[in-house]
C-alpha cells in the first residue's frame, strides 16, 4: 500500500529513500525562494534556492545552494551537495565543516558497509542546460572528471586518473570492489581498479556478480546491443 513519508512540501526536486523505506531525504526549495503567491523558480534559475530535508531536520540553510541528497544503506548518514558560489562540495550530515573545493560534483554513493562516499568531482567544463547526463542532472561539457573518495572524519582523498565523463557509479556487495562508467578519448568503458572493458558508444550500469569477481553490463556500438561481462 503506498503510503507518505514526512510532510507535503510546495516543490520537491530530489530525494532518496533508505533500503528498509524508513529513512527518506528530500531536495526542497528553501521557504525564503519564494514570496509564496508565485510559482517557486526553476533549480538553476535566479532566485532559486534548495535545502535538504532529513527526517525532521533541514539542512544547507546557510548555503547557496543544497541538492542531491545521498543516504546510506541503513538510513543513518546523508551526503548532499552544496554549493558556495561556482564551486561545490559534499557534505555530511548539518554539513558545517564541509567546503565548496570542486568546479562540480555528481554521483554521490555510500559503499555498502557505510564506511565511505565516493563521487565524481568536475574540473573546467560548462553546464549544458539543454541535456543531461547519464544520472540526471545537466551535463557538464569539457570538465576532467576524477572518482573522490570520503569520510565524515577525513580529508578526501583524489584518484589520479581523469576521465571526460563518469556515470553509473556501483559497489560490489562486499564493499571492496567499485565500478562504473567512464568516458575516454576512445569511448566508455566499464572501469574497475585496473580492469577496463573495451570502448563502446554507450554503457548501461555495471552489475557485480554474488562473488564480486565480475561485472556484466548492457552496451551499445553503433547500431549493435551487447550484454558484456567482465
Same mark, same amino acid.
Given at each position: ?170 559497489? $560490489?556487495?562486499?564493499?571492496?570492489? =567499485? ?5 575516454? %578519448?576512445? !569511448?566508455? #568503458? /566499464?572501469?574497475? *581498479? &585496473?580492469?577496463? $572493458?573495451?570502448?563502446?558508444?554507450? =554503457? ?5 556478480? %554474488?562473488? !564480486?569477481? #565480475? /561485472?556484466?553490463? *548492457? &552496451? ?11
Amino acid at each position: 500500500m503506498p503510503r507518505e513519508l514526512g510532510a507535503a512540501h510546495a516543490f520537491i526536486t530530489g530525494y532518496d529513500v533508505s533500503e528498509d523505506g524508513k529513512s527518506f531525504a528530500l531536495t526542497v526549495f528553501a521557504p525564503q525562494a519564494t514570496d509564496g503567491r508565485a510559482a517557486p523558480p526553476m533549480p538553476g534559475l535566479p532566485g532559486a534556492k534548495s535545502v535538504i530535508v532529513f527526517g525532521k531536520q533541514t539542512f544547507g540553510a546557510e548555503r547557496d545552494d543544497a541538492v542531491a541528497p545521498c543516504l546510506s544503506r541503513d538510513g543513518k548518514q546523508v551526503a548532499w551537495v552544496l554549493r558556495e558560489g561556482a564551486k561545490h562540495g559534499v557534505a555530511f550530515g548539518d554539513g558545517k565543516r564541509a567546503k565548496a573545493s570542486h568546479d562540480w560534483v555528481k554521483a554521490l554513493s555510500f559503499r555498502p558497509d557505510e564506511k565511505e562516499l565516493v563521487f565524481a568531482a568536475g574540473t573546467g567544463g560548462t553546464a549544458n542546460v539543454a541535456l543531461l547526463d547519464p544520472d540526471g542532472g545537466n551535463q557538464i561539457d569539457g570538465a576532467q572528471w576524477r572518482i573522490v573518495r570520503s569520510d565524515s572524519t577525513g580529508p578526501e582523498r583524489v584518484d589520479t586518473e581523469s576521465f571526460l565523463r563518469v556515470a553509473h557509479v556501483t559497489w $560490489s556487495q562486499d564493499s571492496k570492489q =567499485l565500478a562504473f562508467a567512464a568516458l575516454t %578519448a576512445e !569511448g566508455w #568503458r /566499464i572501469v574497475c *581498479g &585496473a580492469k577496463r $572493458s573495451e570502448p563502446f558508444d554507450e =554503457l548501461g550500469p555495471p552489475h557485480f556478480s %554474488a562473488d !564480486g569477481t #565480475r /561485472i556484466a553490463f *548492457g &552496451a551499445r556500438k553503433g547500431r549493435e546491443l551487447w550484454w558484456k561481462v567482465l
